[in-house]
């Protein structure tokens, strides 16, 4: 039971922080780097796509920033309220039980770069670096939410299936190296393999929960529910107290996993490309912890569920888990597929190579969900220092979202800022997507790619300097 709600703590406070953490501030860097070559990270979202540079060496613990937050609810102020008279925050499901959505679902981001370093080698380009992930995804069934917050199992003989209310969390250490290299003078190529070392985890392997409510002999409502569930954890169990240096050091759970891109170039002023990134497992052995109920069925009084008014809600939920569930755990191996996504897109320069409009379609894999996306932008190279792009992104559960993105170069320091949604920066409590990324280079170019560093005619096939 100690286990039990002390895994449960760390879940909910991992999960509090980074929506925090995203609310202040698709995963991989977004939408709005795709084809931003002016930016060596751009890779990150197409390992074919180059800058043209020399040599690049990141800042680091700065080369790359970049945060995130989606949900259907409308925001952090749909799930937190404010303490009358006080500036502290409480949790307050109300507001997205009765959004009229059958499920909510809430995925967070955050990728940190701690070191990242390119270089070119003839017309090749091999870049290596040392990331940080995090990912969390939550998706809540509307009857669960109910029940738990308001103790209402609605009417008689109302059945319910909860089977959809999954929870994934991954922090994980990614260890890569990257290379581009040209195909003729149309095409190029891309590979990066990454050395995963999984930190922690939560996968819900299966749920098949359903629940039907009964009146019984006092003419009361009580819920009869079918308890068949699995969730694995890693990384999370430390019953003397949480120990950073173990945590971070932990090199037992390991996993691959490889982006493979193309960018071809169609005619002059035109170019497709196309990439399929996060294809890979981890595998977890160390401190593991499998949860799964004892009982195949129980029944209990919806009141037994009711967390409102607890003083302590995650003591509340771990203690009336496994009053109901009987919840049993053992420590098992298992492995995690990661969230693979795909990109397809094109671009359209104009006959100065100064302004580029571009399409874009993403998609990504969750288990038993998928999730995509359009994005149409512009880009307007207006010098060697600076370029900037603009974009509009539809995305299923946060349809209307504007970026800004832009690029200052002064050689040999390049600084770049992008969101893929700027009003969600001013009032992030209430939008369903909050996005922000930003980093610092050193970039070492020719000549030519320094005075027009988004212009693919120079730095596709990573040409020799131009005196122009």
């Known amino acids: 039971m100690k286990s039990l709600y002390f895994s449960t703590k760390i879940i909910v406070v991992l999960t509090l922080a980074l929506l925090l953490l995203s609310g202040n501030a698709g995963a991989q860097n977004g939408y709005i780097l795709s084809g931003f070559r002016d930016v060596p990270q751009s890779t990150y979202l197409n390992p074919a796509f180059s800058s043209g540079a020399n040599t690049v060496i990141g800042i680091p613990l700065m080369s790359n920033f970049s945060t995130g937050l989606i949900t259907t609810t409308g925001g952090l102020s749909n799930l937190f309220s404010r303490e009358p008279g006080s500036g502290s925050f409480f949790l307050n499901l109300s507001k997205a039980i009765n959004n009229g959505l059958p499920e ?14 390119g270089f070119r080698a003839g017309s090749t380009f091999i870049s290596l670096g040392v990331k940080q992930h995090l990912f969390v995804r939550a998706i809540l069934d509307l009857d669960l939410l109910n029940l738990l917050w308001n103790a209402d199992p609605g009417a008689e003989n109302k059945f319910f299936d909860v089977s ?8 994980l250490m990614d260890y890569h ?11 190029r190529i891309g590979a990066r393999i990454h050395l995963l070392q999984g930190l922690s985890d939560i996968t ?21 529910a079918r308890t068949s569930f699995l969730v694995n954890t890693s990384g999370l169990s430390y019953p003397t107290g949480f120990d950073l240096g173990k945590y971070l050091l932990n090199f037992s759970n390991l996993g691959f996993s490889i982006d493979l891109g193309a960018d071809f170039q169609v005619t002059k002023r035109m170019w497709v490309n196309a990439s399929v990134l996060n294809w890979g497992k981890i595998f977890y052995r160390s401190n593991t912890n499998s949860y799964y109920p004892e009982n195949d069925s129980v029944k209990f009084d919806p009141k037994a569920f009711f967390i409102k008014n607890s003083d302590n809600h995650l003591r509340s939920i771990a203690d009336t888990l496994q009053k109901l569930f009987k919840i049993n755990n053992e420590s098992r191996d298992y492995n995690m597929k990661l969230p693979t996504r795909f990109i397809i897109g094109g671009e359209y320069y104009t006959k100065d190579m100064r302004n580029d409009f571009s399409l874009l379609f993403s998609g990504q894999f969750f288990k038993n969900y998928f999730s995509p996306a359009v994005s149409v932008a512009y880009t307007r190279f207006v010098s060697g220092h600076f370029s900037v792009k603009a974009n509009y ?48 280079n050193i970039r070492l170019a020719p000549r030519n790619t320094r005075k027009s560093p988004h212009n693919p005619e120079n730095i596709h096939n990573l040409r020799p300097d131009i005196v122009r």
């Open 204 to 224: 819900t392997e299966s749920n098949n929960i359903s629940m039907k409510t009964v009146q019984n002999s006092s003419n009361n409502l009580e819920v009869h």
């Open 104 to 117: 909510d679902k809430a995925t967070n981001f955050t990728d940190l770069d701690i070191l990242f370093a």
């Open 177 to 187: 190296i990257g290379i581009s290299v040209p195909i003729g003078t149309k095409l």
């Open 393 to 440: 992104t539809w995305i299923k559960d946060a349809p209307v979202n504007f970026g800004l993105a832009m690029a200052v170069n002064f050689h040999p320091f390049q600084f770049y800022l992008y969101s893929d949604n700027v009003p969600g920066l001013f009032q992030w409590d209430q939008q369903k997507y909050v996005q922000v990324g930003f980093g610092l």
């Open 164 to 171: 959809n209310t999954t929870f994934t969390e991954y922090h």
